[in-house]
């Protein structure tokens, strides 16, 4: 699977944005879909994840009833809609594809594929 990650920009804290990745050699409903995101000197964090078939959403703590996670299966791409966005929030995010157990889902290593990553900065 190839993943290519887009949509990520520079914006004032309490806006919004829409990140998309979309896969290609391999379908997004076959996969667990997570974004992830990092920034300089931390690990990369797990933010959502969509489950494979189920289509079951799970969120990190941090953006839980401010980010959401969905899938196009027609169009083979996984979005993740950020709203009140927080300077907290800046960082890359990486779209990512696996087939992690549960008590994987948000770790780096229950995913096969990455996508190259695109930038969110948020000002305060």
């Known amino acids: 699977v190839q993943l290519q990650a887009s949509g990520g920009g520079l914006v004032q804290a309490g806006a919004s944005l829409r990140l998309s990745c979309a896969a290609s050699?391999?379908?997004?409903?076959?996969?667990?879909m997570g974004w992830f995101r990092q920034v300089p000197g931390k690990e990369r964090e797990f933010v959502a994840a969509?489950?494979?078939?189920?289509?079951?959403?799970y969120y990190s703590n941090s953006v839980k009833g401010r980010f959401t996670i969905s899938r196009d299966v027609v169009a083979n791409t996984v979005a993740l809609q950020m709203n009140s966005l927080k300077p907290e929030d800046t960082a890359v995010y990486y779209c990512a594809a696996g087939r992690p157990i549960l008590s994987s889902l948000q770790q780096n290593s229950g995913y096969y594929y990455w996508g190259q990553g695109t930038q969110v900065t948020v000002s305060s």
């Open positions: 050699e391999g379908s997004v409903r076959s996969y667990t």
């Open positions: 969509i489950r494979s078939n189920s289509g079951s959403t």
